[in-house]
Protein backbone atom coordinates (compact mmCIF):
# COMPACT_ATOMS: atom_id res chain seq x y z
CA UNK A 1 0.00 0.00 0.00
CA UNK A 2 1.55 3.39 -1.12
CA UNK A 3 -0.96 5.56 -0.47
CA UNK A 4 -0.37 8.62 1.30
CA UNK A 5 -1.49 9.08 4.88
CA UNK A 6 -3.03 12.11 3.94
CA UNK A 7 -4.84 11.10 0.93
CA UNK A 8 -7.31 8.77 2.52
CA UNK A 9 -10.51 9.51 3.67
CA UNK A 10 -11.66 8.21 7.26
CA UNK A 11 -14.98 7.61 8.52
CA UNK A 12 -14.77 10.39 11.40
CA UNK A 13 -13.37 13.02 8.97
CA UNK A 14 -15.48 16.51 8.70
CA UNK A 15 -17.17 17.80 5.38
CA UNK A 16 -14.30 19.80 4.99
CA UNK A 17 -11.21 17.08 5.31
CA UNK A 18 -13.37 14.83 2.64
CA UNK A 19 -12.68 18.41 0.30
CA UNK A 20 -9.85 19.01 0.72
CA UNK A 21 -8.35 15.53 0.17
CA UNK A 22 -10.74 15.39 -3.21
CA UNK A 23 -9.58 18.65 -4.45
CA UNK A 24 -5.96 17.87 -3.26
CA UNK A 25 -6.06 14.46 -5.61
CA UNK A 26 -7.33 16.90 -8.64
CA UNK A 27 -4.64 19.16 -7.96
CA UNK A 28 -1.72 16.72 -7.90
CA UNK A 29 -3.52 15.37 -11.27
CA UNK A 30 -4.50 17.68 -13.02
CA UNK A 31 -5.51 15.94 -16.27
CA UNK A 32 -7.62 13.08 -14.75
CA UNK A 33 -11.45 12.99 -15.21
CA UNK A 34 -12.41 10.17 -12.42
CA UNK A 35 -11.82 8.73 -8.66
CA UNK A 36 -12.24 5.47 -7.81
CA UNK A 37 -11.55 3.52 -4.04
CA UNK A 38 -9.00 1.65 -3.35
CA UNK A 39 -10.40 -1.93 -2.64
CA UNK A 40 -12.83 -1.93 0.37
CA UNK A 41 -13.10 0.03 2.70
CA UNK A 42 -15.84 1.14 5.36
CA UNK A 43 -16.85 4.72 4.14
CA UNK A 44 -18.08 2.87 0.98
CA UNK A 45 -21.34 1.92 3.19
CA UNK A 46 -21.31 5.26 4.79
CA UNK A 47 -23.63 7.32 2.94
CA UNK A 48 -22.31 10.69 4.79
CA UNK A 49 -18.79 10.37 3.40
CA UNK A 50 -19.76 8.71 0.15
CA UNK A 51 -22.34 11.81 -0.44
CA UNK A 52 -19.91 14.39 0.41
CA UNK A 53 -17.28 12.51 -1.76
CA UNK A 54 -20.10 11.70 -4.89
CA UNK A 55 -21.37 15.65 -4.50
CA UNK A 56 -17.33 17.09 -4.75
CA UNK A 57 -16.86 14.54 -7.71
CA UNK A 58 -20.10 15.95 -9.17
CA UNK A 59 -19.04 19.70 -8.70
CA UNK A 60 -15.62 18.85 -10.87
CA UNK A 61 -17.16 17.38 -13.27
CA UNK A 62 -15.33 14.06 -12.79
CA UNK A 63 -16.94 10.35 -12.66
CA UNK A 64 -16.69 7.01 -9.97
CA UNK A 65 -15.64 4.10 -11.01
CA UNK A 66 -16.24 1.83 -7.57
CA UNK A 67 -13.35 -1.37 -7.64
CA UNK A 68 -15.55 -3.10 -4.49
CA UNK A 69 -19.22 -4.23 -4.64
CA UNK A 70 -20.78 -5.10 -1.54
CA UNK A 71 -23.93 -5.12 0.00
CA UNK A 72 -22.73 -2.97 2.49
CA UNK A 73 -22.33 -0.86 -0.20
CA UNK A 74 -24.36 2.77 -0.40
CA UNK A 75 -22.69 4.23 -3.86
CA UNK A 76 -25.36 2.53 -6.25
CA UNK A 77 -28.05 4.14 -4.08
CA UNK A 78 -26.30 7.76 -4.27
CA UNK A 79 -25.02 8.04 -7.92
CA UNK A 80 -28.87 7.69 -8.60
CA UNK A 81 -29.87 10.63 -6.57
CA UNK A 82 -26.99 13.05 -7.13
CA UNK A 83 -26.87 11.82 -10.51
CA UNK A 84 -23.04 11.42 -10.74
CA UNK A 85 -21.19 9.24 -13.93
CA UNK A 86 -20.69 5.91 -12.33
CA UNK A 87 -19.56 2.59 -13.14
CA UNK A 88 -18.32 -0.71 -11.66
CA UNK A 89 -15.58 -2.67 -12.06
CA UNK A 90 -17.00 -5.96 -13.00
CA UNK A 91 -13.73 -8.03 -13.73
CA UNK A 92 -9.68 -7.79 -12.92
CA UNK A 93 -7.03 -9.60 -13.94
CA UNK A 94 -5.43 -11.58 -11.37
CA UNK A 95 -1.96 -9.68 -10.57
CA UNK A 96 1.05 -11.51 -10.56
CA UNK A 97 0.07 -13.37 -13.57
CA UNK A 98 2.39 -14.07 -16.25
CA UNK A 99 2.19 -13.39 -19.94
CA UNK A 100 0.57 -16.49 -20.73
CA UNK A 101 -2.37 -16.28 -17.65
CA UNK A 102 -2.93 -12.86 -18.76
CA UNK A 103 -3.61 -12.92 -22.51
CA UNK A 104 -5.87 -15.83 -21.49
CA UNK A 105 -7.66 -13.64 -19.30
CA UNK A 106 -7.64 -10.65 -22.32
CA UNK A 107 -9.30 -12.96 -24.46
CA UNK A 108 -11.68 -14.20 -21.88
CA UNK A 109 -13.11 -10.71 -20.85
CA UNK A 110 -13.31 -9.75 -24.27
CA UNK A 111 -16.00 -12.68 -24.91
CA UNK A 112 -17.63 -11.17 -21.93
CA UNK A 113 -17.50 -7.38 -23.88
CA UNK A 114 -18.78 -8.75 -26.70
CA UNK A 115 -21.72 -10.44 -24.70
CA UNK A 116 -22.39 -7.70 -22.48
CA UNK A 117 -21.42 -4.21 -25.05
CA UNK A 118 -19.09 -3.42 -22.79
CA UNK A 119 -16.95 -4.05 -19.39
CA UNK A 120 -14.65 -2.03 -17.38
CA UNK A 121 -11.58 -4.83 -16.15
CA UNK A 122 -9.26 -3.87 -13.79
CA UNK A 123 -5.35 -4.40 -13.97
CA UNK A 124 -2.47 -2.97 -12.17
CA UNK A 125 -0.38 -1.20 -15.14
CA UNK A 126 2.68 -3.44 -15.19
CA UNK A 127 5.20 -4.10 -17.87
CA UNK A 128 3.82 -7.77 -18.31
CA UNK A 129 0.46 -6.63 -18.46
CA UNK A 130 1.27 -3.83 -20.88
CA UNK A 131 3.44 -6.31 -23.06
CA UNK A 132 0.40 -9.05 -23.33
CA UNK A 133 -1.91 -6.46 -24.03
CA UNK A 134 -0.14 -5.41 -26.99
CA UNK A 135 0.15 -9.27 -27.95
CA UNK A 136 -3.42 -9.50 -27.70
CA UNK A 137 -4.63 -5.44 -29.02
CA UNK A 138 -4.72 -7.32 -32.86
CA UNK A 139 -7.04 -9.95 -32.21
CA UNK A 140 -9.17 -8.02 -29.84
CA UNK A 141 -9.60 -5.18 -32.87
CA UNK A 142 -10.39 -8.16 -35.31
CA UNK A 143 -12.83 -8.99 -33.22
CA UNK A 144 -14.89 -5.86 -32.91
CA UNK A 145 -13.12 -5.13 -29.38
CA UNK A 146 -12.28 -1.50 -29.15
CA UNK A 147 -10.06 -0.35 -26.06
CA UNK A 148 -11.53 3.03 -24.20
CA UNK A 149 -11.46 5.18 -22.10
CA UNK A 150 -13.41 4.84 -18.88
CA UNK A 151 -15.35 8.31 -19.25
CA UNK A 152 -16.41 6.56 -23.07
CA UNK A 153 -18.30 3.77 -20.94
CA UNK A 154 -19.95 6.21 -18.57
CA UNK A 155 -21.01 8.37 -21.11
CA UNK A 156 -22.38 5.82 -23.18
CA UNK A 157 -24.27 4.41 -19.99
CA UNK A 158 -25.57 7.11 -19.06
CA UNK A 159 -27.24 7.96 -22.35
CA UNK A 160 -29.02 4.89 -21.64
Do not use: C, W
Not at 23 to 32: D, E, G, K, M, V
Not at 49 to 78: A, C, G, H, P, W
Not at 105 to 113: D, E, N, P, T
Not at 117 to 144: E, M, R
Request: aromatic content about 8%; overall charge positive.
Amino acid sequence: NNIPESSIIKIHYPEEDIRKIINNALRAIPYSSGFSNYNKSIVLGDSRIMRIVLNEIKRNQSYFINTYTSNFNVIQQLVDTINVPYGEVTHKIVEKSDAHLIEKQLRHYAVIALEMSSIIVLAKASYTFIQSLKNVHPILQQNGIQLVFVSDILKEIKQK
